[in-house]
């Protein structure tokens, strides 16, 4: 049975980050996740998870000035100590929300940047990243993201992601699976989901067209959550989808699951 996390970033806008762990957990998510937990004391973060009773299950490394429209900065070589000590940082967050998963945005790609020298640059900062959570407890995964929402993200496919971890060399490295980006980037969901199984260390979802909840577009998510538990997947699903209306409104789709659950 899928278990679903609510990620905040996209879930509940209507309240503050810190008062949607408490919409999500009475909405029947078991766990949260979100872009980044660093403007936020850790400690306030962990007292709400405490108090509603939901897990964390994955927020990313520093990503950079998101504000700014930075995604990430794990590609671009000008950042690589600063690269470095967010994983410090990461470190200190994940250990205060017992947060299992870390994820690793690769950034934008700099205009006329050399594709070999930001391949190379991500692969050194993840094999950096990679045993230093792994001694900590604590997983590392990256996310292919596509180029329609990102048109110049360094990493938009699973066969970029499978050399950059070939690069890497690294155990403890695993790719966030997002089906929205997925089927945006490459298609063949399911498929390319098998083959990959062993090196999937998250999955997140929402619909396409329009990034809403699963059932409003052309995913079969009957079908992949059917696929997933048939597979073994036993982490939790990101649910990163705009809601068409309200959060709590649309959650018509995971009900079926709740009930069985
Ligand atoms: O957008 C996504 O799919 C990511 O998961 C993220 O964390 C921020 O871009
Ligand atoms: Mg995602």
Redesign the pocket.
């Given at each position: 049975m899928p278990r679903f996390a609510a990620n905040l970033?996209f879930l509940y806008p209507e309240v503050p980050l810190i008062e949607r762990i408490g919409k999500a957990a009475a909405d029947g998510f078991g766990a949260v996740e979100y872009?980044s937990p660093y403007e936020l004391d850790k400690d306030v973060i962990a007292d709400a998870l405490t108090e509603t009773g939901v897990v964390q299950a994955l927020f990313?490394l520093p990503p950079g000035d998101w504000a700014a429209g930075e995604?990430g900065i794990g590609c671009l070589p000008d950042r690589v100590e600063e690269f470095r000590r967010g994983i410090d940082t990461a470190i200190d967050y994940a250990k205060a929300l017992k947060c299992p998963t870390v994820?690793c945005?690769a950034g934008l790609a700099p205009t006329g940047a050399d594709a070999a020298e930001l391949d190379r640059t991500l692969a050194d900062n993840l094999a950096y990243a990679a045993p230093r959570l792994a001694d900590a407890g604590i997983a590392l995964v990256f996310?292919p993201?596509n180029r329609r929402d990102m048109p110049t993200y360094h990493v938009s496919t699973t066969d970029h992601a499978e050399r950059i971890m070939a690069m890497a060399g690294v155990d403890n490295l695993k790719i966030?699976y997002?089906f929205y980006?997925m089927q945006i980037s490459q298609g063949d969901l399911i498929p390319t989901f098998e083959r990959l199984f062993d090196r999937i260390g998250h999955v997140?979802v929402a619909d396409n067209p329009g990034r809403n909840e699963p059932g409003t577009g052309e995913i079969n998510y009957g079908f992949i959550f059917a696929e997933l538990d048939r597979l073994g997947y036993a982490g939790w699903v990101g649910c990163?989808y705009k809601p068409k209306t309200t959060t709590t409104a649309g959650l018509g789709w995971m009900a079926p699951y709740l009930r069985r659950a």
């Open positions: 970033s872009v990313n995604r994820n945005l996310e993201i966030q997002d980006h997140q990163e």
